[in-house]
């Protein structure tokens, strides 16, 4: 098609984006994509901050003779604020290429918020299961 543009003859052939000669172009998403994703990591850090707040509570009060755990603030507080938004971004990004061409719009958002949701419900538990294996020495002394 290249060289019939050059030579002055316009064939009338429109190749898609992806065939033959043409670069892929950007998502069918668009702007609303990058809304959308830009929601997802405001969403994931804001449940990665709760829980850490909610789980990390007795080890940053204290315990006995106000006994700390400082490593909670520079170790699983970076993580859940940084690694929770980044697994839940790349599960959405997978989910959104995998089911780009498969379903209509209307559906295909409706999958991506369920499995946004049950990423970060999953993420969410795991995150509380590991503070409370953490603080458990504050919360439940051994003696």
Wanted: charged fraction near 15%; glycine fraction near 14%.
């Amino acid at each position: 098609m290249e060289a019939d543009e050059q030579n002055g003859q316009n064939t009338g052939i429109k190749t898609r984006p992806g065939q033959a000669g043409e670069e892929p172009g950007p998502p069918a998403d668009g702007p609303s994509g990058a809304l959308a994703g830009c929601l997802v990591a405001i969403l994931a850090g804001a449940v990665g901050l709760t829980v850490w707040l909610h789980g990390a509570r007795p080890g940053i009060r204290g315990g006995f003779e106000g006994e700390r755990d400082l490593s909670l603030v520079y170790g699983e507080l970076p993580l859940m604020l940084f690694g929770v938004p980044a697994l839940t971004l790349t599960v959405w990004s997978v989910s959104r290429a995998a089911l780009r061409d498969r379903l209509a719009p209307f559906p295909r958002a409706a999958v991506l918020v369920a499995v946004v949701g049950a990423t970060l419900a999953l993420l969410g538990w795991l995150c509380l299961l590991w503070l409370e294996s953490r603080v458990s020495f504050f919360v439940h002394p051994s003696w």
